[in-house]
């Protein structure tokens, strides 16, 4: 049985676990302050066990930003993902906010853009993995 829960118990070990799986790095002690600071979040369980995360970071009233989109590699592709969407999406329609981001590489635009977002351009600056010069005039 497949279990879909908003601010559901889990332990950071259990995230990291996931983000493991994936390639990514594990960033337990990250999580230990993050999900205390998330406007909300979502875990995906199979018979118990945590396949699938997703957080959600807003103000509350008009936008939200997903972060740390999630299901375990031995998961992928069985709709898991997609059920977690639409849970998430649907819930923060019904709290009133109005517009969700996310990013993600361009492999993944497909599956996106089934799920209802609109592709458009952005920007963003990752401290950890890119490069940043500080010298840019404000």
């Given at each position: ?85 639409i849970k998430a999406i649907g819930d923060l329609k019904d709290d009133g906010i109005r517009g969700l981001q996310l990013t993600f590489p361009p492999e993944l ?30």
């Amino acid at each position: 049985m497949v279990k879909i829960e908003r601010n559901g118990a889990v332990r950071p070990e259990e995230i990291a676990d996931v983000r493991e799986s994936v390639g990514w790095d594990r960033s337990e002690n990250t999580y230990r302050k993050t999900l205390l600071a998330l406007y909300s979040y979502y875990t995906v369980r199979k018979e118990g066990r945590l396949i699938g995360y997703l957080g959600v970071v807003s103000d509350g009233v008009a936008d939200a930003m997903f972060v740390d989109v999630v299901i375990h590699r031995d998961y992928q592709r069985m709709g898991f993902g997609r059920k977690l969407m639409i849970k998430a999406i649907g819930d923060l329609k019904d709290d009133g906010i109005r517009g969700l981001q996310l990013t993600f590489p361009p492999e993944l635009e497909g599956f996106y853009r089934s799920v209802g977002f609109e592709i458009s351009s952005g920007g963003l600056i990752d401290f950890k993995y890119m490069k940043w010069d500080a010298d840019v005039d404000p």
